[in-house]
């Protein structure tokens, strides 16, 4: 019989590649929930202080 050889399967590590940093943020769900809260909670505060900034001072 001919021997083929093996192709390296999904579990096999071909290379030794750090993980790119956007992956290891997507697979992190505790910080992708805490930039969920945090992210519209700084927006609309920073939006809040434009509109307070914005109104004329009464004379």
Not at 5 to 19: K, L, M, R, T
């Amino acid at each position: 019989m001919s021997q083929v050889p093996a192709s390296p399967g999904p579990d096999d590590d071909v290379s030794d590649e750090p993980i790119p940093m956007m992956q290891q943020l997507i697979d992190n769900p505790f910080l992708l929930l805490f930039l969920g809260v945090a992210m519209p909670t700084v927006l609309y505060i920073v939006w809040g202080v434009m509109e307070i900034v914005g109104i004329p001072i009464a004379k």
